[in-house]
């Protein structure tokens, strides 16, 4: 194949009408450019220029050469300016996937200040459960998913940003009848309010159960972290939830934190992306607002 440089060369002749134009605008020697336009001529096998006192003129098979090759190089130049844009983070796209928990509790206030230092950078959230976001992960569907932790997926970077606690909790009336802290088995045997099964966090729980020999069958599965709050609010249940996303509820009153005889391991929040892939500018930029 025939360098590129060669084609710029020839290009910036045609525009000059001048060898030495051209040598002066490419920082290069009239010596070299001429020698480059012999040497395109010689692999094309074709006359491009005609030689006069005056300068150069392209033949008839150099202005159909140029017409093309031209047009080539200034999309070649508009593709470098979009990525020196990207780079620069004055256009892009962060396809994010999140947990509908995270995002209102743990995402939102970083990607406010995302989007105040990066305006011009294009923000797709997409809302799945932890194992749907591995998979959108792996197609390329999302760069960054912002998981309920462990995540147990040897292609993936992992990394940690929050603690979080599992708990149970319950309302007013349910409240009253609970006079010590409670066994696992004990919490068992009450109606259970969880998340729907493929949910992470209600894996985490239940695994941790089955460690312990014991087995959780709920009465409701619901599909959010507000509507578990919402149902043991009214009595229906103990709901297994999250302490640090449950704290307006919790600290008002509202519901009142079940105690535990032995409770339930803490967990984390973090975010995960390919090893195998490198990371966009506009990923790299969020990920350091994040800081972790």
């Known amino acids: 194949m025939i360098k590129l440089d060669l084609y710029r060369i020839f290009c910036r002749v045609a525009e000059c009408s001048s060898l030495s134009g051209a040598a002066k605008a490419l920082y290069m020697t009239q010596p070299a450019v001429s020698q480059a336009i012999s040497q395109l001529e010689s692999e094309l096998e074709l006359r491009l220029f005609t030689r006069t006192w005056k300068g ?6 150099g202005r159909l050469l140029y017409e093309y ?26 396809k994010l996937g999140v947990g509908d928990t995270a995002s209102k509790y743990f995402l939102l206030p970083y990607l406010e200040k995302f989007h105040t230092e990066h305006p011009n ?41 929050m603690e979080v606690h599992d708990i149970f909790v319950c309302g007013e009336r349910i409240q009253e009848r609970i006079a010590r802290p409670l ?74 934190e079940v105690p535990l005889k032995e409770p339930v391991p803490k967990r984390s929040i973090g975010y995960c992306f390919l090893r195998s892939v490198s990371l966009s500018p506009a990923s790299a930029a969020f990920i350091e607002i994040l800081g972790c």
């Open 56 to 61: 150069v003129s392209l033949t008839d098979d």
């Open 69 to 94: 090759v031209s047009a080539a190089i200034n999309l070649i130049h508009v593709g470098e300016k979009k990525l020196f844009e990207v780079k620069g983070l004055l256009v892009g796209e962060l």
């Open 121 to 161: 950078i294009k923000l797709r959230i997409m809302n799945r459960t932890t194992p749907e976001l591995c998979s959108m992960l792996k197609s390329g569907e999302i760069d960054l998913g912002i998981c309920n932790l462990p995540v147990e997926e040897s292609g993936f970077e992992i990394r940690e940003c």
């Open 183 to 256: 066994s696992l088995k004990e919490i068992a045997e009450y109606p259970l309010i969880l998340l729907e099964t493929k949910s992470n966090s209600r894996q985490y729980v239940e695994s941790y159960f089955r460690s312990k020999g014991i087995a959780i069958v709920p009465e409701i599965e619901l599909g959010s972290h507000e509507l578990l709050l919402e149902f043991a609010r009214i009595n229906l249940g103990i709901a297994c939830v999250t302490r640090e996303f449950s704290q307006d509820y919790l600290k008002n009153g509202i519901l009142h």
